[in-house]
Structure formats: C-alpha cells, structure tokens
C-alpha cells in the first residue's frame, strides 16, 4: 500500500499542488465567509432569549470544531510520522500546528465576547474553558518546540509525541459540559438532533465549510514552506518559484 | 529483513498505543482526585448532603425557580430568589446588577456565602443560558 500512496506524496508534487490550490481555497473561503457574514448577521432571525448577541455562535462553534479537528489531524500525522517515518506526514504536522492556535485563540477570545453580555463575565475557570485554555497552550508549546531544536528530525520527533499525548485533552473538552458542572451550556447538537432552529442551523456547517477552505489555504502555503525548508537543495524548485 | 521491519513497525505501534494508554489512565486519575474542584457550582443536593465545604465562599447552581423571583419593596438593587435543582432548593439574596439573561425557570450560577439559617448571601450573579436557539417569531405560538 506503503507503494502506491508514496508517489502521490513526492515533496515536488505536493509543492506543485500547494501552489495551484493555496490562492483558490483562499478565494473561495473568503468568498464563502462574506456571504455567509452576511447571512449570520443580517438574514438570520434573531434569537428568541438572547437576541442580537447569539450570532457570534456562527465564528465561535465552527473556530471551536476546527480548533479540536487540526488537533486530531496533528495527532494522526504524530503517529504516522512515528511509525512510518514518512517525511511528508511531518510536514503536515508542522504546518497546520499555527492554524489550530488561531482557532483556538480565536475561539477563546469569541467566547469572552460572547460570555459578558449573556454570563455576565469574560472569563470563569469552569471545565470546558480551562480545558480549551488547556489546548490553547498546547498548541503554543508545540510551536516554541518545532524551532527549539537544531535538528529537524529530532524536533520533528518530540512534537510527534507531544501532539499524540495531547490528544487525550480533545475528548476531555468535547465531553466536560457533561461530566461536570459548568457555566457553558451542554452540546446543542447531538446524535439525537439539533436544539437549535433549524432556520439557523443550516448556516453553521456552511460556516465551517468557509473556515475550512481559509485554512487550507493557509496550510497550503505552509507546506510550501516547510517543503523549501527542507529540501533546500532541490533545484527545480527553487528555479519556478525563487 | 522485511519481516524484521515490519515486526518493528508493529511494536512501535504497540509502544505509542501503550504510552498514550498510561497517560489517559494518570489523566483520568487525577481528574478523578480533583473531581471536587473542576466543578465549577455545587447544587442544593450537593451542599445539603454535607460532603462538600460550605464554610466559605463558594458558587452555588441551578435554576431560578418559577414565581420566586421577588423585589424588596424601596430598595431597587435587592432580590430575592430560590434556586432549586428540583430535588432540593435554597433561598437567595443578592444585592446588585443581575445579568441580562438572568430570569426565572433558568440557569443561575451564584457565588457567594451559606448563612446559618441554610439561605443562601450571594455576591456575584452569573446568568447561565441553556444550548437551545430558536427565532423569535417562532416563540410567540406557544
């Protein structure tokens, strides 16, 4: 299998294909985002018990799901990287760590934003914010640690098992409004339906979708990055895009 | 040499799964030992039963029972309100600012000190809201 997956990830071509793609996903993200703007806050009806304030919903959930999702995707090239050792699964690694801190920052400060007109505060230390905050520094630490290192692989290696470990806090923050007593509210969308109206459900996923097109534009670019840090040496590379 | 490699693959396979094993079992253990302290309220049931520390200041949560809601009469920043998890309920005093979304039949997480008389002297009122959104409109048919 190992045969026929490689050739598709030789570091040219997956150069090549970033750079076809990065600046179209980052058009049609944005695109995707200003409608959808538009959509959350002019179209949508407002809430029935917190008015105006509730459409921040529509960056705050979809930057929640991506930030937990960029953390599986780190885990899961952690563990290919560990046990293939295929160089391309630790380029992903490494490129797509800085787009989960965004999420994540951008997730807790939405949420602070949201939480003193409904709450009543920015910020209280119940189970599902510490454990995001929790998360938020994970993904500072694996940043500092990828350019801690001398040697690439050895950096390469440690942030491997460092977003492995780390994956445990994923379930941790997915399930802490159940488990515990907690200011933030329980899922509003589970396997036995959504408690939100379906006349404003539907632009959540289109949301993400928008979010999710921006960062793979930007994980993109990133690869492209971390291909030139590499392999330095590869000449045709640098010729079409020096 | 191939099997050699792929015998190897397989541990290291072992040895990830089997580490990660380990620190979810210390996670959850300390978790388990701190179960105390990461919730962020306790409710009426909670403080009654006498296991937890009530001495000082500490959040107390529920919901805002129906038609408890009360002002003093001349003294516009004082209310009064019974907080209930549905088995058992405290009275509440407040003196100060309420949260918008703070209402009866919801969500209130109060932190604050136990009087002798089993009421409850709260000092900041945090409103919780619960996971259901609907429109407006909507709502008026009921």
Known sequence: ?242 | MRNMIRRNRANKIYLILLSLASVALIVFFIIKALEKNIDLYLTPTQIFSGEYNTVQKFKLGGMVEKGSLQRVEGEDLVVTFTVTDFQNSIDVVYVGVLPNLFKENSGVVASGYLTEGNAFWAVEILAKHDENYMPVKLESYD
């Open chain 1, 1 to 242: 299998m190992y045969k026929y997956v490689a050739k598709y990830f030789l570091l040219e071509r997956v150069y090549r294909f970033c750079n076809f793609f990065a600046n179209k996903a980052l058009l049609i993200g944005l695109f995707g985002f200003f409608i959808m703007s538009y959509i959350c806050l002019i179209i949508l009806p407002s809430d029935s018990v917190q008015s105006e304030v509730y459409r921040i919903l529509f960056v705050h959930v979809p930057s929640a799901i991506m930030s937990e999702l960029i953390y599986l995707f780190l885990a899961v090239n952690g563990f290919i990287y560990l046990v293939w050792r295929t160089k391309i699964s630790a380029i992903f690694l490494n490129s797509a760590i800085s787009i989960g801190l965004i999420f994540t920052a951008l997730v807790l400060i939405t949420g602070s934003i949201w939480g003193k007109p409904t709450w009543g505060t920015y910020w209280v230390w119940d189970a599902r914010i510490t454990s995001t905050f929790i998360l938020l520094i994970q993904y500072v630490c694996l940043l500092a640690l990828k350019t801690s290192f001398t040697t690439r692989q050895i950096a390469d290696q440690i942030i491997s098992i460092l977003s492995i470990i780390g994956a445990i806090n994923i379930p941790i923050i997915k399930f802490s409004v159940n488990w515990w007593n907690t200011l933030h509210q329980g899922p509003s969308i589970t396997t036995s339906g959504s408690s939100i109206d379906g006349e404003m459900l539907y632009a959540l996923p289109l949301m993400l979708i928008a979010f999710m097109f921006i960062s793979l534009s930007i994980f993109l670019r990133n690869i492209q990055f971390e291909i030139l840090l590499r392999a330095p040496s590869k000449k045709e590379i640098w010729r079409d895009h020096g």
